[in-house]
């Protein structure tokens, strides 16, 4: 294990042990049927609603037991709501055969965990991690969020290389004889600090060589092929002018805009109505910038494009100085800027402004 990869794995388990507040009902919880049940409703179910139907299964089937012999339309009846109902047969089957074939005690190894009907890698790691503690590492998007933007790594989470590498790494990092404790601690991490959209990385226990912090790319990972199946994003740019010059880039992902140049991105995975106190608190926790004059932010722009309509805010900030993550932009003078080539999203707004000596 290399020193990060070793320095990753105490700063993570140190970070859990002081200052981890997330509460949840099963946290903690050693019963491989109440883990299993917990997984089951959480996939593809937030954590918000799949909570009250955990604790309804819970007090109607209290043991694995109780759910194998349970009234097929008795637990749909519970499940109503959820949807994706396959989850609900697929609970009922492995109760069942669990009762016949285990003698209703959940199997141990992580291989007979996984061959069970309905439970893939994920759920088994889960499983074999935090009931017998086994190393084997939890592989969620809160995970592959945390390590493809600590290790800086861009090959996308949902290809097939992507969860080959990421999977490994999470094994690699992975401290074996505490493995149901690190597994929960870099989910909570990945829930409450390095969160989809403005992540505390001001604070963050990793910010000191977390290359995603280090290189401005934040928002950039983790990167995900079917981003380009999406049919709405939305795209806030934050415009900074340094004494008299406009910070660049040019886009290189193999995305939409390809080779034309932007400013500083942060898509999120909902439209943002941003303010002076949201864009400070961005600015201070991604890029460690204390001090900036907030001279603009715009209103809500819109482009349809052939299969994606794109919406966002510009924000104009002025800086006292380029902070270190934003040195390998472009600096361009404000006059010039029109030479440049940008899409045509960012265009309608430089035409719009371009007459107002306050924004440019």
Not at 117 to 132: D, L
Not at 184 to 207: E, S
Not at 224 to 244: A, D, N, P, T, W
Request: glycine residues 4%; proline residues 4%; positive net charge.
């Amino acid at each position: 294990m290399l020193d990060t990869e070793k320095q990753f794995a105490q700063l993570l388990l140190q970070w859990h042990k002081n200052d981890n507040k997330r509460l949840m009902p099963w946290k903690g919880e050693k019963d491989p049927y109440k883990i299993w049940l917990s997984e089951i409703i959480l996939q593809q179910t937030r954590v918000e609603q799949g909570l009250s139907y955990y604790e309804k299964f819970i007090q109607q089937f209290p043991t694995i037991n109780h759910l194998a012999n349970a009234q097929d339309e008795v637990v749909f009846k519970l499940w109503e709501g959820l949807g994706y109902y396959n989850r609900c047969k697929n609970l009922l089957h492995t109760a069942r055969l669990i009762c016949k074939e285990y003698q209703g005690t959940f199997p141990t190894e992580y291989d007979a965990i996984l061959a069970l009907k309905g439970i893939g890698p994920y759920t088994a790691a889960a499983i074999a991690s935090f009931a017998f503690n086994q190393p084997y590492a939890v592989v969620d998007g809160n995970v592959f969020r945390v390590l493809a933007r600590v290790f800086g790594i861009s090959t996308a989470i949902d290809s097939l290389d992507g969860k080959v590498r990421f999977t490994h790494l999470a094994n690699k990092v992975l401290t074996p004889n505490s493995a149901a404790m690190h597994n929960q601690a870099i989910m909570d991490f990945g829930a409450t600090v390095c969160k989809p959209f403005n992540p505390l990385c001001f604070t963050c226990v990793f910010n000191t060589f977390c290359v995603a912090k280090q290189e401005a790319l934040v928002n950039q990972l983790p990167v995900k092929e079917k981003v380009l199946l999406k049919k709405k994003r939305f795209f806030s740019y934050f415009i900074f002018e340094y004494q008299g010059n406009l910070l660049i880039k040019k886009r290189t992902n193999s995305d939409i805009w390809q080779n034309l140049h932007e400013f500083y991105l942060v898509e999120s995975a909902e439209a943002v109505f941003w303010n002076q106190q949201l864009v400070a608190e961005s600015l201070l926790q991604q890029l460690g910038i204390e001090k900036a004059d907030i001279v603009h932010i715009s209103p809500m722009y819109v482009q349809q494009l052939t299969h994606q309509k794109i919406q966002g805010q510009f924000v104009k900030i002025v800086l006292p100085e380029v902070p270190k993550p934003l040195q390998q932009y472009q600096l361009v003078p404000l006059k010039e800027v029109s030479a440049w080539a940008f899409p045509k999203f960012i265009n309608q707004y430089l035409e719009a402004n371009s007459t107002q000596s306050s924004l440019f």
